[in-house]
């Protein structure tokens, strides 16, 4: 089947816009997560959603970070007023609610370019 | 919390040589353990895991990787690389019944293989 999607591939955004990142998970997921994965920092968690249950919120760097998800299917993760050290490729995951929960299925990314 | 140390950032090897990606981690808690690859301007996938069982792990395409509670390693081998197991390696941990299962990676160890 269809493995994760985001969208858009790549964005180049002026610093001080703000952005919105898209992820859809694989159908029947439980479990979505966002990563950043950036020179220097490596890969990061953000944001973990389970369901209807509250996101965790951990791993958000600023309060300039959200994100919502939508009928427990599709996440975006919003960058308010960006900055240059936001520039990283966003790495959306998902998990089934199984055994396997513990095997997270990771998107392509997007890849923010702040100027 | 946990933290994943992969001890080499590069590792240059020819093809057909054998090599070994480490990783070490800390954590107060029994944990899961992963190893993913990233190709080129790919996304990151799952190329073999520890839940539980045999501490010994093998992927489809030849890796292997050991559990060893005692010196908190999970070090990655493959007795035979080929140019098309160029890629970074990401070691990563989750700590079980930690909220999520969040992934916490290591730096990455990049792995290239010269004809």
């Known amino acids: 089947g269809a493995g994760v999607s985001q969208s858009p591939s790549n964005k180049v955004t002026e610093k001080g816009k703000d952005v919105e990142l898209r992820c859809d998970p694989i159908?029947?997921?439980?479990?979505l997560y966002w990563y950043r994965q950036s020179l220097g920092q490596g890969l990061e968690f953000l944001i973990y959603f389970q369901g209807n249950s509250a996101p965790d919120k951990s791993g958000l760097p600023s309060d300039r970070f959200s994100a919502e998800r939508t009928g427990g299917s599709v996440s975006t993760l919003t960058i308010q007023r960006t900055q240059q050290e936001d520039s990283a490729v966003y790495l959306c995951?998902?998990?089934?609610?199984?055994?396997?929960?513990?095997?997270?299925?990771f998107g392509p990314g997007t890849r923010l370019t702040v100027t | 919390a946990q933290s994943v140390t992969q001890l080499d950032s590069q590792v240059p090897v020819f093809e057909e040589a054998p090599v070994e990606l480490r990783c070490n981690y800390s954590s107060s808690v029994s944990v899961y353990l992963f190893w993913y690859v990233q190709y080129p301007n790919q996304g990151l996938q799952l190329l073999l895991k520890y839940l539980s069982g045999s501490t010994l792990v093998k992927s489809i395409n030849g890796f292997e990787a050991e559990f060893n509670k005692s010196q908190t390693s999970f070090h990655l081998r493959k007795p035979s690389v080929h140019i098309s197991d160029t890629a970074e390696y990401f070691c990563?941990?989750?700590?079980?019944?930690?909220?999520?299962?969040?992934?916490?990676f290591g730096e990455g160890t990049q792995l290239t293989v010269n004809p």
């Open positions: 995951a998902s998990s089934g609610y199984t055994r396997s929960s513990y095997e997270q299925y």
């Open positions: 159908s029947g997921h439980t479990a």
């Open positions: 990563a941990v989750t700590g079980k019944g930690t909220s999520g299962s969040r992934l916490t």
